[in-house]
């Protein structure tokens, strides 16, 4: 173990901790304050920025890093713009911290009720995109968290010109820079110490691919926040409408291919395959998607979907990939689903309002929609106004992750003076 990044990461880890600290004594107008502050401070160094940025570029295409990675570490004066924009919409966020709920009176006289609090110091490793180090700065700061950002290589000079305007913004209000730290190494031991730091870190959040969401579950020795694919399902069943099916189906998997949200099986009850699949087939012709299908979908289908073998149906392809099952009916869906899926997100069509109701118990799924596009499933379009991740675990947070879902609530007593007899 390299010694000299083990007492960095402690130094950084124990300076958030007492950063939080103080965090969890600011108020709300101090820390929109900050929040304000920043975004001003990344429109005027927006020049800066994009010098930084141009220095990973070139660094990326040096080391020849593919397009969908160069792509998301660009950065524009445009994006900047978004960053800025984000950060402020952050700021007029409702601030869950000290939200006091649940109150009612015991026979003893007393209070019990529940307040809203800061899980404390958060680490976050991520990948890729620089803007992930203004968001989840602004995130962490306002439900009152200190975070440790650990972007990737590939993006540690414009990570690193953000968190100045992170710091100097956190100066202006008066609060501790060290409430947002920016791992300064590319070690790769870093991330190895950070999740392990369960003296000062409370939770991790990973963002990026599977293989390191992987290492870091397997790794780490503090909670960690995550989920690790998105295996999506649309189930059509016999009593939906046509036109909803159509739509929300071809939505689901053509909107975009390379998110989390996306779907990746389709399933489609029996009595309604032969009616609905040659639409939808040419619809997803039109579009470029190969089919890959069951039995009974290549027999209605021809061949215009491949064969599906066992592994498609657990296969978040990320691409324009789509595996279709024909199934008996409500019950095989939503077996098929809890089986293969990934227990992200998964949408049943229908106007049956039993069987939509089923579905919403028996699927275990952090979202699941009745009469919806699987891609609605993030913190913004759910209202929560950004997100910094999406969980899959079935502990604390669950789904996409806003502010709430970086706090925690702990029980408070109000009383007069009782004693228990």
């Known amino acids: 173990m390299n010694i000299e990044i083990k007492e960095y990461m402690h130094r950084l880890g124990s300076a958030a901790r007492k950063a939080g600290h103080a965090l969890a004594r600011a108020d709300t107008r101090q820390k929109n304050m900050a929040l304000n502050a920043i975004a001003s401070f990344i429109e005027r160094d927006v020049d800066a920025l ?8 070139a660094a990326a295409e040096a080391a020849g890093l593919d397009a969908a990675l160069t792509d998301r570490l660009r950065l524009t004066a445009a994006t900047v713009a978004q960053m800025a924009e ?23 006289g007393i209070q019990v009720g529940k307040m809203r609090v800061p899980l404390g110091v958060i680490g976050i490793i991520y990948e890729s995109r620089p803007n992930v180090t203004a968001d989840a700065a602004a995130l962490c700061l306002k439900s009152g968290n200190a975070t440790i950002l650990r972007g990737g290589s590939e993006a540690f000079h414009s990570n690193q010109a953000i968190a100045r305007c992170v710091h100097e913004g956190l100066r202006f209000a008066d609060l501790p820079p060290a409430a947002v730290q920016v791992v300064e190494t ?44 998105g295996n999506c399902h649309v189930f059509i069943d016999d009593a939906a409408n046509p036109d909803k099916a159509l739509a929300i189906a071809v939505n689901a998997k053509t909107h975009r291919y390379g998110t989390c949200n996306t779907m990746e099986t389709l399933l489609v009850h029996e009595a309604f395959a032969n009616y609905i699949l040659p639409e ?27 064969e599906a073998g066992e592994e498609d149906w657990s296969t978040e392809y990320l691409a324009p990939i789509l595996a279709i099952r024909v199934v008996k009916g409500l019950d095989e869906a939503i077996a098929h689903i809890n089986h293969y899926g990934s227990h992200h997100t998964d949408a049943i069509v229908t106007e049956d309002y039993s069987r939509a109701r089923r579905f919403l118990r028996e699927v275990d799924s952090s979202s699941v ?12 379009e759910y209202g929560l106004g950004a997100e910094i991740g999406i969980s899959t675990d079935k502990i604390h947070a669950r789904g996409p992750v806003g502010l709430k879902g970086l706090t925690s609530e702990k029980w408070v007593v109000l009383g007069e003076g009782q004693i228990r007899e």
Request: overall charge neutral.
């Open 86 to 108: 984000g950060v402020r919409q952050v700021a007029a966020l409702p601030d869950p911290v000290g939200e006091m709920s649940d109150f009612s009176y015991r026979p003893s």
């Open 280 to 306: 939808l087939a040419e619809r997803f012709a039109a579009k470029g998607v190969e089919l890959r299908g069951c039995g009974r979908t290549r027999a209605i289908l021809g061949d215009r979907v491949a």
């Open 50 to 57: 994009l010098e930084a940025n141009a220095k990973d570029l």
């Open 186 to 229: 590319t070690d790769r031991a870093a991330v190895g110490e950070l999740i392990t730091l369960s003296e000062f870190v409370d939770v991790i959040v990973p963002r990026g691919g599977k293989g390191l969401i992987e290492r870091i579950s397997r790794e780490a020795r503090v909670p960690v926040i995550k989920h690790l694919d």
């Open 369 to 380: 929609m009745v009469n919806a596009s699987t891609r609605f499933a993030d913190g913004f």
